[in-house]
């Protein structure tokens, strides 16, 4: 299991957290907001069937197993976090990089 690393404001906020000294700034309206936002975030309204190699659905399994959830539910977070510009792809990236 990978340790997280804390920047010093993240480190300041799970202090007071645990020392049950923080308190949250957000008003109703903000916490209603965020509220919806993560509903229809995680709402699953439409099925999709993807043909895949035995071989990746493997390898899906395998990683979803490591990470404690249901490999559907990876594929789900995975396309989410692409889609909404949250995954990167390194190759990608690495390749830009390359002085040419």
Do not use: W
Request: aromatic share 8%.
């Amino acid at each position: 299991m990978t340790k997280t690393r804390l920047d010093s404001e993240e480190r300041e906020l799970l202090e007071a957290y645990d020392s049950g000294k923080f308190e949250s700034d957000l008003n109703a309206d903000r916490r209603e907001y965020l509220a919806s936002a993560a509903e229809e975030t995680f709402k699953k309204d439409k099925c999709i069937h993807v043909r895949i190699s035995n071989r990746d659905l493997e390898a899906l399994q395998r990683r979803a197993l490591e990470e404690g959830l249901p490999y559907q539910s990876l594929v789900s977070s995975v396309l989410h976090k692409f889609v909404s510009g949250g995954l990167m792809d390194i190759s990608a990236f690495k390749s830009a990089q390359r002085p040419r």
